[in-house]
């Protein structure tokens, strides 16, 4: 009979049922265990997961800014023009774009927003060693009250003494419970040679792209 099972033929000729054919189904109370338990899964590692998509921001920032410093300073050799990336930490973007001054608009220019989860902050330059100015160089001109902190790169390759000394990207809000301060920071600073910026994962350590 279809739906309710197979019957098969005894030794002594008599018909007898076969285990039914349909498919175990879970029960109510096994429904029910199997979500607390990934309630119970997902609140443990909540936490974790939210420190770990944090972090990757402030990754994926840095290296997307890394990339537009090398770019720029690939452009500033081809093409011989100055070339300046600007940081704009209040309106929260940066770009780049020709000097102005040999330039009045540039047709590739670009712009970034910054991730939501990301802060920058930007130290300003350390001109032969002297003590740091009490007001930081700005380069306006980007736009309606548009100012920015800039990365100069000159057509021979270097990065004017000028441009910014650190570029600090760290988690917008770190988590409460971090003991480091620093937790979730990544710098970048120019290198030794002034041809490009170095990546530090701490105040020592140096990560070249």
Do not use: C
């Not at 739906?3 to 054919?21: D, H, V, W």
């Not at 600007?86 to 973007?93: C, E, F, H, K, Y």
């Not at 021979?156 to 937790?183: K, L, W, Y």
């Amino acid at each position: 009979m279809d739906g309710l099972g197979e019957t098969t033929m005894s030794p002594t000729g008599k018909l007898r049922s076969a285990r039914p054919t349909g498919t175990t189904a879970f029960t109510l109370i096994e429904l029910i265990l199997v979500m607390a338990m990934l309630v119970i899964l997902m609140a443990v590692m909540a936490p974790s997961l939210g420190n770990f998509f944090r972090g990757r921001s402030v990754d994926g920032e840095v290296r997307r800014l890394s990339s537009l410093i090398r770019y720029g300073r690939e452009r500033a050799i081809s093409e011989g023009t100055p070339m300046i990336l600007w940081i704009d930490p209040q309106q929260r973007a940066y770009g780049l774009t020709e000097d102005s001054t040999y330039a009045a608009q540039d047709g590739r220019a670009v712009a970034y927003p910054l991730s939501r989860d990301v802060v920058v902050e930007v130290d300003a330059a350390r001109v032969n060693s002297a003590p740091m100015p009490t007001s930081l160089p700005m380069v306006s001109g980007f736009g309606p009250g548009r100012a920015a902190y800039a990365i100069r790169f000159q057509p021979d390759g270097f990065i004017a003494d000028s441009s910014p000394v650190q570029i600090r990207i760290r988690e917008q809000n770190p988590p409460s419970g971090s003991r480091n301060s620093r937790a979730g920071t990544l710098w970048l600073a120019p290198s030794a040679s002034r041809l490009t910026y170095d990546l530090h994962t701490n105040i020592t350590g140096a990560v070249r792209f």
